[in-house]
Nanobody, 124 residues
Framework: QVQLVESGGGLVQPGESLRLSCKAS??????????MGWYRQAPGKERDMVAM??????TYSLSVKGRFTISRDSAKNVVNLQMTGVKPDDTAVYYC?????????????????WGQGTQVTVSS
């Protein structure tokens, strides 16, 4: 099992900044987190990718590129999302996402896991 603990959500005003963090942990042998990132889901909308870091390379949705920055501390299995210049359209539940592999007797097995979600509300 992979556990994801998210923190940093809350209420902010337009133009302000907010930082989300997600720590991944697992009691699995030889675990490798190949990708870590963030999705978000606004009321009545689908869950969409916000930012992802895979093999050290970040990707962003067009709606946040230039405003949000994703970073990863591989030693601590932590992924952060620094949000700047937030807008009301950024209001959503933000979900941490990780995928990777772990070692077992047959070789390696893939996995993908989601956090419980943290609410971000941008409003004046």
């Amino acid at each position: 099992q992979v556990q994801l603990v998210e923190s940093g959500g809350g209420l902010v005003q337009p133009g302000e900044s907010l930082r989300l963090s997600c720590k991944a942990s697992a009691e699995l042998s030889g675990i490798d987190f190949s990708a870590m990132g963030w999705y978000r889901q606004a009321p009545g909308k689908e869950r969409d990718m916000v930012a992802m870091i895979r093999s050290g390379s970040p990707t962003y949705s067009l709606s946040v590129k230039g405003r949000f920055t994703i970073s990863r501390d591989s030693a601590k299995n932590v992924v952060n999302l620094q949000m700047t210049g937030v807008k009301p359209d950024d209001t959503a539940v933000y979900y941490c996402y990780v995928e990777g592999t772990w070692a077992n007797i047959s070789g390696r097995t893939g996995f993908a896991s989601w956090g419980q979600g943290t609410q971000v509300t941008v409003s004046s």
